[in-house]
């Protein structure tokens, strides 16, 4: 795969000139979605992109326009913990656990070192537009304060907590604040069980309360040049908007198989068919909306990523905003 230091990237977009206008107008239009209002009204958990700014950026200024209007002063942000961050010794840990020729042991050892949720042992999130306050873990059980450096290029909610700071110096306000936490592995290697994400919600219990917004980042499609063999796209559509057709109906089974209960079946699609970064989060967010819950697709467009990493079509990640509903709203 093409390397792409994203974080300095992504922070290089929201710096650049034409960025500013750019977001007012992302945000004035923003302003008149009554939609995200009624979904956050009714406990809904949103989730956004963390794809180029240009295709994020609208996406997620809703939900942050939405979380002003509601008036949230506390957000849990979950976030992806991307495997071509991690430093080396820790993404060692993760080759480990896909291998599984490895002796069992080791394998349970690198899920016991990854597993569960990571938050910044910062306070605060420096964004190009100030800074935006960030909760520490606290006592949660499976949430560690990364004091090892395990965030240092992460990038998955920089975007977000960016749009945070800007809206709300836009606003007059102060940005609400934000226990970020970035999901690690949560199934077992070896059991194929999901009990770290259950364990993993129960101790975010505490911020699952009113008042409090819950919103998740993935990017739910990665697929062409660069993301995987050749032979994955054998029989898949050429046709752009074919593709993006096959994708939102293959996304769509993903999320139904998760919310039905079936998370090994929603993590083998997520990770073999759409490479969605969010399968670590899927069985968080399902335990977290309980038995009935349902979603809204309210957009879903694949992203044109071969002019970015400079290879050849296709290759796109998609940008998706889903709302999920909890079980008295679905």
């Known amino acids: 795969m093409v390397s792409i230091d994203w974080k300095s990237y992504y922070r290089d977009e929201l710096v650049a000139p034409q960025a500013r206008s750019e977001l007012e107008r992302d945000f004035e239009e923003a302003r008149q979605d009554e939609e995200i209002d009624g979904l956050l009204a009714r406990g809904a958990i949103l989730s956004f992109p963390h794809t180029a700014l240009p295709y994020a950026g609208p996406l997620q200024a809703r939900v942050v326009a939405g979380l002003t209007c509601a008036g949230i002063e506390r957000v849990l942000a979950l976030g992806v913990l991307h495997a071509s961050s991690l430093p080396p010794v820790v993404e060692a840990d993760r080759r480990l656990l896909a291998d599984a020729s490895a002796p069992v042991t080791d394998r349970q050892a690198a899920f016991e070192r990854l597993s569960g949720g990571f938050v910044p042992a910062e306070r605060v999130a420096r964004t190009p537009f100030g800074e935006v306050p960030l909760s520490d873990a606290g006592d949660l059980d499976c949430v560690r304060v990364d004091r090892d450096g395990l965030l240092r290029s992460e990038f998955s909610l920089d975007t977000f907590l960016s749009l945070l700071a ?165």
């Open 166 to 330: 800007f809206h709300a110096r836009e606003q007059g306000r102060r940005p609400p604040e934000v226990l970020a936490v970035y999901v690690g592995p949560v199934r077992d290697p070896v059991t194929g069980g999901f009990e770290a994400a259950d364990r993993l919600c129960a101790s975010l219990a505490s911020w699952n309360t009113p008042g409090t917004a819950i919103v998740a980042t993935g990017d739910l499609v990665h697929y062409g040049t660069t993301y995987g063999p050749p032979e994955r796209m054998a029989g898949r559509p050429t046709d752009p908007e074919a593709l993006e057709a096959f994708f939102a109906r293959e996304t769509t089974t993903a999320l139904e198989l998760a919310l039905a209960g079936d998370r090994a079946a929603a993590f083998e699609r997520s990770n073999e068919v759409l490479q969605n970064d969010q399968r670590n989060i899927l069985p968080v967010l399902t335990h977290l909306l309980g038995p009935g819950a349902g979603y809204r697709m309210l957009s879903f467009s694949l992203s044109d990523y071969a002019a970015i990493l400079g290879v050849e079509p296709p290759c796109v990640v998609a940008s998706a905003l889903v709302a999920f509903l909890p079980p008295a709203s679905g």
